[in-house]
């Protein structure tokens, strides 16, 4: 079935370190891949998204390239800030299924340190 | 609201009570999900609605579970008798767009902790 696998968690860095958060997938078909984050006491909200492969997503310095043959969509980032500070969740959109509906990975918690 | 609402926020359940969470999406989304998140897990998907009618309802884990959004908009997610595996945040997501693409606007979460 669906499922989205993505690195254990919690990433400490530095400031103006360089981010990867590794995901990857096995899905049917041709699925969608987004990035989502969870700012402390806020709900999720989409951080990028790509659609077909090798497309890349990107958003707030954050990109991400579907990549097919590896079946991954990796999150990076160049210099991250103590702002970045969240849970990301990578996640596929279902082939078949709800309009929308999604399948997630567990999340990975990023903690930036000054 | 600017955003999607969940109500209560938190909620202390003992066991084999009913609960009812409470969905605002944001007014005139279509697509209205139901999404469960257990402690470190990730969202696992409940049910859908475009617009009053739930069109997909396979993730609900029992009968005990229920939803409904009968004007097109509020949506209730209805617990009957909790059980203690229950205990998790109920996240609730509306959209704009009908498809694969869409992008989801989440609430901040009913936190449900059954004892």
């Known amino acids: 079935g669906n499922s989205v696998t993505q690195m254990e968690g919690p990433v400490t860095l530095s400031e103006e370190a360089f981010l990867t958060i590794n995901c990857t997938y096995t899905?049917?078909?041709?699925?969608?891949l987004f990035w989502y984050v969870q700012y402390p006491g806020e709900g999720l909200q989409l951080l990028l998204k790509?659609?077909?492969?090798?497309d890349k997503g990107s958003n707030k310095g954050f990109e991400a390239t579907y990549r097919k043959e590896t079946t991954s969509f990796h999150l990076e980032k160049g210099s991250v800030q103590v702002s970045d500070s969240a849970v990301y969740f990578c996640?596929?959109?279902?082939?078949?299924?709800?309009?929308?509906?999604?399948?997630f990975g567990k999340g990975t918690k990023l903690s930036v340190k000054p | 609201g600017a955003g999607v609402s969940q109500s209560p926020r938190y909620k202390v359940a003992k066991r084999g009570q009913d609960v009812a969470l409470r969905c605002d999406p944001i007014?005139?989304?279509?697509?209205l999900f139901w999404y469960q998140q257990a402690l470190g897990q990730g969202p696992e998907f409940l049910t859908y609605?475009?617009?009053?009618?739930?069109?997909?309802k396979s993730g609900l884990p029992s009968d005990r579970f229920f939803a409904e959004r009968p004007e097109g908009s509020v949506s209730t997610l209805k617990i009957q008798r909790t059980q203690q595996e229950d205990s998790a945040v109920y996240l609730c997501?509306?959209?704009?767009?009908?498809?694969?693409?869409?992008?989801?606007?989440f609430g901040e979460g009913s936190w449900l902790t059954v004892v």
């Open positions: 997501a509306s959209s704009l767009e009908i498809g694969p693409l869409t992008t989801l606007y």
């Open positions: 899905a049917t078909g041709y699925p969608s």
């Open positions: 790509a659609t077909k492969a090798d």
């Open positions: 996640a596929l959109s279902k082939n078949g299924g709800s309009q929308g509906n999604l399948i």
């Open positions: 007014s005139g989304h279509v697509s």
């Open positions: 609605f475009q617009n009053e009618a739930q069109l997909d």
